[in-house]
């Protein structure tokens, strides 16, 4: 069976989950490394998408700075969105090569995964024909965003759980005007642990993705990422 070394984050500044996305990514393009999962919540920011419009972000300077939120733009697809304390984010960076070829098959997967998680507590989520992402009802409960080259994955997904949805009324989430946002504390009326929410979705993505899962140390890890890059770097001079 497949395996993926699982790293749990914690709570993370976006900047810094980005850029160890980007250096986990050039390590699998040289086959240094595995296929890896990070799980993170981020600090408040709002993130771009490639077919973000500046219009979509509704929040001034003075209004971003009262909140305490960043602005980035990525090179993920989509539109903007939100992450922030009490949400779980996912990102899988993953050789495709090894599970087949397939970009909406592997957005279906990731949906998937994130509906199996939600009815292990009691919340019957689906799919939008027109969209990306998963729905309970009429609300969009988690986003979905990635960028594939060479047929590995970066970004991911982000599911609201205990998330303070205000923050979303300073964007037009995925630049969808006519539909509201939700999470799993909104629709069971109290807060879920992040890490229940976290082991489920574990759970699932084995399944879905038919991958043996491999909990590792973040330290542990940090520090073999960054000896590996380095000597990454010193073999391209």
């Known amino acids: 069976m497949r395996q993926i070394q699982v790293i749990p984050l914690g709570l993370t500044n976006y900047k810094s989950a980005w850029d160890l996305q980007r ?3 050039e390590l699998r393009v ?6 890896i999962l990070l799980l993170t919540e981020h600090n408040h920011v709002y993130t771009l998408g490639k077919s973000s419009e500046d219009a979509h972000l509704l929040a001034n300077d003075a209004e971003l700075k009262s909140t305490g939120a960043e602005v980035y ?3 993920r697809g989509g539109d903007i969105t939100y992450h922030g304390p009490g949400q779980l984010v996912v990102y899988p960076i993953l050789d495709l090569n090894n599970y087949y070829l397939d ?5 279906r997967d990731l949906e ?13 989520a689906h799919r939008e024909e ?6 309970v009802d009429h609300e969009k409960i988690a986003a979905i965003g990635v960028k594939i080259s060479r047929w590995i994955t970066m970004h991911g997904f982000a599911l609201n759980i205990n998330t303070d949805l ?3 009324d300073r964007i037009i989430p995925c630049g969808i005007f ?4 939700t999470s799993i504390q909104k629709i069971l009326g109290n807060a879920i642990s992040v890490q229940d929410v976290s082991n489920s979705v574990l759970t699932h993505f084995s399944d879905v993705f038919d991958v043996r899962i491999l909990e590792t140390d973040k330290e542990v890890f940090l520090k073999f990422i960054n000896q590996l890059t380095i000597e990454n770097v010193e073999c391209q001079k």
């Open 30 to 35: 040289s086959g240094k490394i595995h296929d």
């Open 130 to 135: 027109k969209f990306t992402g998963v729905w």
């Open 73 to 75: 733009p990525t090179d």
């Open 178 to 181: 006519h539909k509201g946002i």
């Open 166 to 168: 205000s923050y979303f």
């Open 103 to 107: 970009i909406h098959r592997y957005l």
């Open 112 to 124: 998937e995964v994130i509906i199996r998680s939600l009815v292990d507590f009691g919340i019957k």
């Open 23 to 25: 250096k986990i990514f």
